[in-house]
């Protein structure tokens, strides 16, 4: 009997002490925040502004540099110009009127004239830009970028009784320079840019030719090897001095300054 009395009293005493701890005030920390004083989550778009040029990596400024001007050419219509290159003329005229660029053509390609007059047609299709190359030079202060390019080549020759299609591939390479202007902006120009010696390949896509006709192939690409390096070049060139001029300003900034320290941002591979 003492014992339920005494865990009745207990009960009672417990229900008072928890209905006074209810009246107390709470602690500060314990009280509910207005909405206005929550923190709020932090925009990500702070962390970008004004450092997205530093956030990139040496191999995401190689990347993004390539991949602007790839996009660039293709934007500036590289594959209609090397489409449209007037290789047959060209090449019957002996280099024409273009000058400087195709002077002294006449002279190499005379001792071939018997073999382009049999050839009654000569254009390019399915010019392709392929995936562009980057090297910094040993001192770090110059780039190297490699332009690789694939067009097909479509002959008619009353020798063959197709049409003979050469494929063709050809390095074009442009160096790239950091420099400041009277006004001290920075700038990325094209330095040297030609044809990189040796990478002109051609070959028959037709697979097997007679005698006959493989000699004509390899008197084809004999001219082609005088005459072709330099056309494209006058028409690639030209273009990634301009896509140069019209990069991002925070990319040309962000490698501009590591050209003009010497610093190296291109990773070997």
Same mark, same amino acid.
């Given at each position: 009997? !003492? ?6 009293? !207990? &009960?009672?005493? $417990?229900?008072?002490? @928890?209905?006074? $701890? ?6 500060? =920390?314990?009280? *509910?925040?207005?909405? +206005?004083?929550? *923190? ?5 778009? /702070? ?10 990596? *040496? ?19 590289? /594959?209609?110009?090397? =489409? ?12 024409? @009127? ?10 190499? %390609?005379?001792?071939? %004239? ?17 995936? $562009? ?11 190297? #970028? ?5 067009? @097909? /080549? ?13 494929? %063709? ?6 160096? #790239?320079?950091?420099?400041?202007? =009277? +006004? ?8 040297? &840019? ?10 028959? $896509?037709?697979? !097997? ?20 390096? =330099?056309?494209?070049?006058? +028409?690639? &060139?030209?273009?990634?001095?301009? %896509? ?20 190296? !941002?291109?990773?070997?591979?």
């Amino acid at each position: 009997m !003492f014992q339920i009395g005494g865990l009745i009293v !207990f &009960c009672g005493l $417990l229900a008072q002490t @928890t209905a006074l $701890l209810d009246t107390l005030p709470l602690p500060l =920390e314990a009280l *509910p925040l207005p909405l +206005e004083a929550l *923190p709020l989550p932090l925009d990500p778009t /702070l962390l970008l502004e004004g450092t997205a040029a530093q956030a990139l990596s *040496p191999t995401d400024l190689a990347g993004s540099l390539t991949d602007a001007l790839s996009t660039g050419l293709l934007s500036e219509g590289l /594959l209609g110009s090397l =489409e449209n290159l007037p290789l047959l003329n060209v090449l019957k005229t002996g280099g024409g @009127t273009s000058g400087g660029l195709l002077g002294g053509l006449l002279g190499k %390609v005379t001792s071939v %004239v018997p073999l382009l007059n049999k050839i009654i047609d000569m254009k390019i299709t399915n010019p392709q830009l392929l995936e $562009l190359g980057l090297v910094q030079s040993p001192d770090g202060h110059r780039l190297y #970028v490699t332009i690789p390019l694939g067009l @097909t /080549l479509n002959v008619n020759t009353p020798l063959a009784i197709q049409l003979l299609k050469l494929a %063709v591939k050809l390095n074009i390479t442009a160096q #790239v320079l950091a420099v400041k202007n =009277e +006004e001290g902006k920075i700038h990325l120009v094209l330095g040297d &840019c030609t044809h990189s010696p040796g990478s002109l390949q051609i070959s028959l $896509l037709n697979g !097997f030719a007679p005698l006959p006709i493989q000699g004509l192939v390899n008197g084809i690409s004999s001219i082609l090897n005088q005459v072709l390096p =330099e056309l494209v070049q006058g +028409e690639v &060139c030209p273009l990634v001095n301009k %896509v140069l001029s019209q990069l991002d300003v925070t990319l040309v900034h962000s490698i501009a300054d590591l050209l003009i320290h010497g610093l190296e !941002f291109v990773i070997k591979v």
